[in-house]
């Protein structure tokens, strides 16, 4: 079972509906991440959080909107989305670079959204 | 042009057999090269993950190595089982301290077959 539990798995959603994934991990780790990941691509960074602060948005539109309320949980508000954002969402966690070089990333097994 | 590429796009092998992906890439500053397994529908797990001085790391029947001098990297499978079935993505990390700056390879889609 992996540690970093993302809820819900499947996500259906309308272009007017609003949404939010969730993320949790138990692991003591101050580094999160959200992904996006298209069929058969590549995991591509959206936001990193590091000490529940912001460090990372790689110039994601505001039509996604992430939070971190403690060190536990990340999640991922999702507002007016396009047919286009329909893809798997993976969230990550790490130890930070304070706690030593090389932290290997472990990641949720996702959540599957479909935009209609 | 990607910076990390994989090869191959994907693979079919019998079980028991052996097998060797490749990754060459042109990334840099160089920090650690990572090789990661993702099963369908699963998050990417962690296999193993080199920096620029090691040059071969094993975990179970996985080995991984790296050739920093001419950027490629490759991971062997020993004796092949049906669970291997799986994408193996290759990454470049640019960064020791964090997980900020990657690149990704495109994977390589394992099929193993009884």
């Known amino acids: 079972d992996t540690e970093v539990t993302q809820t819900p798995k499947h996500l259906v959603m309308g272009m007017t509906n609003k949404k939010s994934l969730k993320c949790e991990q138990h692991?003591?780790?101050?580094?999160m991440y959200w992904y996006k990941q298209k069929a058969k691509k590549p995991p591509e960074l959206m936001f990193v959080y590091s000490y529940e602060k912001l460090s990372i948005n790689e110039s994601v539109p505001s039509r996604f909107s992430p939070e971190c309320p403690n060190s536990s949980l990340l999640n991922l508000h999702l507002h007016a989305l396009q047919p286009e954002d329909s893809a798997l969402y993976l969230c990550a966690s790490s130890r930070s670079g304070a706690e030593g070089p090389y932290q290997p990333q472990h990641f949720g097994d996702g959540t599957r959204l479909s935009i209609l | 042009k990607n910076q990390v590429e994989q090869s191959p796009q994907s693979l079919i092998i019998l079980e028991g057999k052996n097998c060797t992906l490749q990754c060459n890439y042109t990334v840099s500053p160089f920090s650690n090269l990572r090789w990661y397994k993702q099963d369908t529908g699963r998050g990417p797990v962690s296999l193993t993950i080199m920096t620029f001085s090691e040059n071969t790391k094993s975990n179970g029947r996985y080995t991984a190595t790296l050739d920093a001098d001419t950027k490629q990297s490759s991971l062997h499978i020993t004796a092949s089982q049906l669970s291997d079935s799986a994408s193996y993505i290759c990454v470049v990390s640019l960064n020791r301290y964090n997980n900020n700056d990657m690149r990704f390879g495109a994977g390589t889609r394992l099929t193993v077959k009884p």
């Open positions: 692991m003591g780790h101050r580094a």
